[in-house]
């Protein structure tokens, strides 16, 4: 049996990915089988998730084709702390791609 050996992600020696302060696109597929989490469950514990971005179809593909998500404040309860959560695929045109000032203040987009 042929296996891959990775370096999961959180183990990762990168230091601005274990200290940072981090931005997350991601959908339902960051999901660990072993911890029982999602990646962004993982990362608002540990405080280093400031922002989650969520891309069309919403963060758990509960969403059909093209339908626009304007309101994210049902994902605020998932995480049970300041994390921001933003729609990349909102009503209006602005809202398909990542504000500037999404990303001043952070250390690290990572997309899961």
Sequence with gaps: MFSFR????LSQPDYVL???RLALLTNQCSWHPESGEYLFETLAKRKKLKRLLTPEHGL???LQDQVK???VSAYSTLTGSDVEF?????S???SLSAAKNYLTDIDALVIE
């Design 6 to 9: 990775t370096t999961p992600f």
């Design 18 to 20: 274990r200290t940072g």
């Design 60 to 62: 758990f593909g509960e």
């Design 69 to 71: 998500l304007d309101d």
């Design 86 to 90: 933003i729609s990349l695929y909102g």
């Design 92 to 94: 209006n045109e602005t």
